[in-house]
């Protein structure tokens, strides 16, 4: 049920996503990009500030999971639509490195080693507050959110095992980021993001799963956006 909730959510924005993809461009109140198509497309890098993943599993009971640390990229294409919005389709990519396992119920703690890979598909829609003139030129912050879900793959994560250790989860986010244009069709652009993840399951040995409880991360990707003509 939980897939099907989210699967109806991110299908109830993507319907309207393709309706202002449709639309004619139009440029922005603060002197924006008009171009023939109004398509973009955006390169970013970046990762988690802070993530943790509290965890419930049926052999060892309650725990958490804090990689040392974590990396990721992303690419959005989509179409500035109306005054000062903009619509995207982006796709995510973070993966964890190592970290440290907690078991509450025993007490115990592992270092682990591996990664953990989480691809998130995302339906953008963002609006431009105002223009600042600053020393480094003009500034636009933006606000925004998204809806979409997530794919978790730990299978070479600790170890690996048997069992499927793939899950698919829904997912949201708020975004709080700033604009800056460098050239004629291309933006500098940043945004920090707060993710909202739900649980996701995986199995393990002798028919043991682990559920990942629903967690909140903070993100943070840096890069370039172009203009399509």
């Known amino acids: 049920m939980k897939m099907v909730r989210a ?17 004619p461009a139009q440029a922005d109140s603060h002197g924006g990009l008009p171009n023939l198509s109004g398509m973009y497309v955006t390169f970013g890098i970046g990762g988690p500030i802070t993530t943790k993943q509290d965890f419930d599993d049926t052999l060892f009971g309650q725990g958490s999971y804090e990689p040392d640390w974590g990396f990721g990229g992303l690419v959005e294409i989509g179409r500035y639509v109306g005054n000062d919005w903009r619509f995207g389709v982006a796709v995510n990519w973070v993966r964890g490195f190592d970290g440290e396992l907690r078991l509450d119920d025993i007490p115990l703690r592992v270092d682990l080693e591996g990664h953990s890979d989480a691809v998130s598909v995302m339906f953008n ?6 223009e600042l003139d600053t020393v480094f030129g003009k500034i636009r912050p933006f606000v925004g959110g ?16 048997p ?3 793939t899950d698919t989860a829904f997912a949201a986010a708020l975004h709080l980021g700033y604009d800056m244009k460098l050239g004629e ?3 500098l652009t940043s945004r920090y993001s707060v993710a909202f993840t ?24 840096t890069g370039l956006r172009f203009d399509l003509n």
């Open 7 to 23: 699967l109806v959510g991110t299908l109830a924005l993507a319907s309207l996503g393709a309706t202002a993809l449709a639309r």
């Open 125 to 130: 829609l963002d609006h431009t507050i105002c």
């Open 146 to 161: 998204g809806l979409g879900f997530v794919y978790y793959d730990v299978q070479d994560f600790g170890g690996g095992g």
């Open 163 to 165: 069992g499927d250790k």
């Open 185 to 187: 069709g291309l933006t």
């Open 198 to 221: 739900g649980e996701a399951e995986f199995d393990q040995a002798a028919g043991a799963t682990t559920t990942k409880d629903s967690e909140v991360d903070l993100l943070v990707f």
